[in-house]
């Protein structure tokens, strides 16, 4: 199976603030990765797909970049609705997930 | 919008199957080229992916729980179902079911679509 790590695990930061998560895959994705965003007692929502089209609806603060084993979830201008805890998902074969970064003020 | 409504018990002795079922509303389960499926989520928040079948019946499984999964659908009733026989505590977890949308090209795809989650608990 295609392992995901995901840095940093927690992350303090403040409205207004860019933020950085990274994921990384222990075999090239072909583009296959997917970013979700969960909230408390909530199923996750799917943000990007595809490395880095926006699902309907997301905000355009998010943006997916990376290749091949290495992705990136940034979020430009960090507003109170993002505080959440945000998973990397590869679909290349049989689904992983990273184990997620807890966003935090 | 697309909604998903998991229901089955929220707890289940150990040994016994677990036995959950997936509503799906404002969409046809046997409409377009969609997977629909079964995600966990252990209370340290690890995800792990479950199964998922498409209307046609075919049904691609966790290697990991192969042996004790089945996943079946219900055209009519426009549902979906899985069971997991053998609990034991470690398959305690909030269940969710998810759609999947068909990406070309890719192998399955993302999971566009969730139900709110089920909390189900073994134990004796």
């Known amino acids: 199976d295609i392992q995901m790590t995901q840095s940093p695990s927690t992350l303090s930061a403040s409205v207004g603030d860019r933020v950085t998560i990274t994921c990384r895959a222990s075999?090239?994705?072909?583009?296959?990765l997917a970013w979700y965003q969960q909230k408390p007692g909530k199923a996750p929502k799917l943000l990007i797909h595809?490395?880095?089209t926006l699902q309907s609806g997301v905000p355009s603060r998010f943006i997916g970049s990376g290749s091949e084993t290495e992705f990136t979830l940034t979020i430009n201008g960090l507003q109170p609705d993002d505080f959440a805890t945000y998973y990397c998902?590869?679909?290349?074969?049989?689904?992983?997930f990273g184990q997620g970064t807890k966003v935090e003020t | 919008q697309v909604q998903l409504q998991e229901s089955g018990p929220g707890l289940v002795k150990p040994s016994q199957t677990l036995s959950l079922t997936c509503a799906v509303s404002?969409?046809?389960?046997?409409?377009?080229?969609?997977?629909w499926s079964w995600i966990r989520q252990f209370p340290g928040k690890d995800l792990e992916w479950v199964g998922y079948?498409?209307?046609?019946?075919?049904?691609y499984y966790n290697p990991s729980l192969k042996s004790r999964i089945t996943v079946s659908v219900d055209t009519s009733e426009n549902h979906f179902s899985l069971k997991l026989s053998s609990v034991t505590a470690a398959d305690t977890a909030v269940y969710y079911c998810?759609?999947?949308?068909?990406?070309?090209?890719?192998?399955?795809?993302?999971?566009?679509?969730w139900g709110h989650g089920i909390l189900v608990t073994v134990s004796s």
């Open positions: 998810a759609r999947v949308a068909p990406v070309p090209g890719a192998p399955n795809g993302a999971l566009d679509y």
């Open positions: 404002a969409a046809s389960i046997s409409s377009g080229n969609y997977y």
């Open positions: 079948i498409h209307h046609s019946g075919k049904t």
């Open positions: 075999q090239r994705l072909s583009g296959w």
């Open positions: 595809k490395v880095s």
């Open positions: 998902q590869q679909y290349n074969g049989h689904w992983t």
